[in-house]
């Protein structure tokens, strides 16, 4: 169905979804490490499966996405600390650098925040923050230099330290947010409005096929060797695994309108959702990249976009793919998407579907998932702007 109309969805009408479902074939690599330092698996459908959790990939689009825009969040416990660093370097003297710092957890809410006063008032939770925040904190310290510098005077050392910077203005500082807090969430339980539900819902990208780890024996060459020394300084082995990965990621289009706020123009949200899609699809974990270079491309991208619910296709790959006479898993699981999809239509109906569409190696379109897109950039722009705009013909 078109999007004809640019009206901006509203937050009382059921909730929109953009499901994006990738086929991405990945050559000898290990993107995700478990404790040993092997790849990460699990066991579906009877089978071992390589396995690439939702934070190692998410982490590179989030940063991705930040470069894009200019705009960078940083997630630290470390802003006590740095805010007194940066005193220090305006030359305000150690002691009161300190108290001012201290003051950031003190001052935050009332009690204060949890933090280590013994180890420069690091917060025991990671704040995840707007960059820019630490300067903004420092300015905020410079405004009230005065109070400081009198409750320091006042204060001894046996005594519980007193708020002395304004609570609202802290907070507002230590709860702003960037599009890609928006886009990811926050959870900021000790000052609950900080707390932001997160728009983008990621799986776990696992393997269609059985993928046991394989082993790679390698050395490393002493090149000034002693006499009697036979070349070799290291001698190790390290397990790879080659997949065809399911990978699928979701946006709550309704919730993303409300972390951005109503005033938000709609060719700002749609925007954020064009630059996550083309970020889903391209960006790679960095695991062992050195040793592997895996920057292998999606075989097959594949978006769903639907009111009231999401859909996974996780399902479809249960019964491990079994490789194509002529070899290769990649075909076979092209197929197997597409049998499900289909059977999710069947089942589902299209009463709440909006667009589907989808863009492939092969370049040929295939029916069962809506329009063909000849690239992702065209994909990317297409499913955004279904997703975040009125069909005709509907409230």
């Known amino acids: 169905m078109p999007a004809t109309s640019p009206k901006e969805l509203s937050l009382h009408e059921p909730a929109r979804f953009l499901d994006l479902h990738i086929l991405h074939p990945v050559t000898a690599a290990n993107l995700n490490r478990d404790v040993d330092n092997d790849p990460k698996t699990l066991s579906y459908g009877n089978a071992t499966r390589a396995l690439v959790s939702p934070q190692a990939w998410k982490r590179p689009i989030r940063l991705n996405v930040e470069q894009e825009l200019g705009e960078h969040a940083v997630r630290t416990r470390m802003v006590p600390p740095l805010v007194a660093r940066k005193l220090q370097e305006a030359q305000w003297p150690e002691d009161l650098a300190a108290f001012a710092s201290a003051q950031i957890v003190h001052s935050a809410k009332g009690g ?32 009230h230099r005065t109070e400081l510098e009198e409750a320091l005077a006042a204060h001894t050392p046996k005594k519980e330290i007193s708020p002395v910077l304004p609570t609202k203005d802290l907070a507002a500082h230590l709860t702003s947010r960037t599009a890609s807090i928006n886009l990811f969430g926050r959870m900021l339980a000790e000052l609950p409005a900080g707390h932001v539900e997160a728009a983008v819902q990621m799986a776990p990208a696992f393997s269609v096929h059985r993928s046991d780890p394989q082993p790679d024996f390698f050395t490393a060459v002493e090149d000034l060797p002693m006499g009697g020394d036979r070349g070799s300084a290291h001698l190790e082995t390290a397990f790879l695994t080659t997949s065809v990965f399911y990978r699928f990621a979701t946006i709550n289009i309704t919730d993303l309108h409300h972390n951005l706020g109503a005033a938000t123009p709609a060719d700002t949200v749609t925007s954020l959702v ?21 920057h292998t491309l999606p075989d097959l991208v594949h978006y769903t976009v639907r009111d009231r619910r999401s859909v996974s296709y996780g399902a479809a790959f249960e019964q491990p793919v079994k490789a194509a006479p002529q070899g290769g898993y990649t075909i076979p699981a092209r197929q197997a998407l597409t049998d499900y999809a289909t059977t999710v239509s069947r089942l589902l109906g299209t009463r709440h579907l909006i667009a589907h569409g989808h863009t492939s190696t092969t370049n040929k379109p295939i029916k069962t998932l809506g329009t063909h897109h000849t690239s992702f950039d065209d994909l990317a722009a297409a499913c955004a702007t279904a997703a975040t705009t009125t069909p005709a013909g509907r409230p």
């Open 274 to 294: 064009e630059l996550f899609v083309r970020h889903f699809i391209l960006s790679m974990p960095g695991g062992k990249k050195t040793s592997t270079a895996p």
């Open 112 to 143: 204060g925040l949890k933090h280590n006063a013994k180890d420069g008032n690091r917060t025991q939770a990671m704040l995840y923050l707007p960059a820019g925040v630490i300067d903004d904190l420092v300015a905020l310290c410079e405004k």
